[in-house]
């Protein structure tokens, strides 16, 4: 697969998707804390997402920040917008900000509804096919 | 290695004027976390905010240091 090809399949994602994270492993088993979070945060918000995850293939990460110009993972996405990483993402649904945009219903304590959000008592995320390696 | 005070002090020379507290996450010099206060914040959006502290260390971002933890905010009474 060229790099070409990769960066297109990445740029399909966020423009199929309206919202679409990519992070480290998948929302059922994240490969860092830092995706842990985000995905909670959007398993809380009881959201549809697409998910992708960029450790299978260096290059997927690497495409993804020339387009992005974004430096880490996760990177969440919604209406092909980059909206941020963990730290963003988490500071909005804090101030309900996220809720308001994903036009989700924010839990009434924000708090402990992600600390308790397990992936099998919502709905599934959707995953892409990772076709990239 | 990097270390939290060379972080700070990478922050607050490409910043001018700003103040940061930059801790090590887990001790291992490669998970960090910045709090950055800074004037030059004002009017920039969340995503602004944070590539501008980003950008202070361009790859090294995803290198040397694995992952940093961002907060920004503006001087309380300032030109926010």
């Known amino acids: 697969m060229t790099n070409e090809e990769i960066k297109d399949f990445i740029d399909n994602a966020i423009g199929e998707n309206r919202v ?11 490969a860092c804390g830092f995706s842990a979070r985000t995905a909670g945060t959007l398993n809380a918000l009881d959201v549809k997402y697409a998910a992708l995850d960029v450790l299978p293939d260096p290059r997927i990460r690497e495409e993804l920040t020339a387009l992005s110009g974004w430096p880490t993972i996760p990177q969440l996405f919604v209406d092909g917008e980059l909206i941020g990483g963990a730290d963003i993402v988490a500071e909005m649904y804090e101030t309900g900000e996220l809720a308001e945009k994903l036009g989700a219903e924010q839990p009434a304590e924000p708090e402990a509804a992600v600390a308790q959000t397990t992936p099998e008592r919502k709905a599934p995320p959707m ?3 990772n076709r990239l390696d | 290695m990097p270390s939290p005070s060379e972080l700070k002090e990478r922050i607050e020379t490409a910043l001018p004027g700003s103040t940061a507290q930059v801790d090590d996450l887990t001790g291992g010099g490669d998970h960090f976390r910045a709090e950055v206060v800074s004037d030059r914040f004002a009017g920039l959006s969340r995503i602004e905010q944070h590539r501008l502290v980003y950008d202070v260390f361009g790859d090294d971002v995803g290198g040397p240091i694995h992952a940093l933890s961002i907060k920004t905010s503006t001087p309380p009474g300032g030109a926010a």
């Open chain 1, 20 to 30: 679409m994270l990519f992070l480290k492993g998948t929302p059922q088993q994240p």
């Open chain 1, 127 to 129: 995953q892409l096919e």
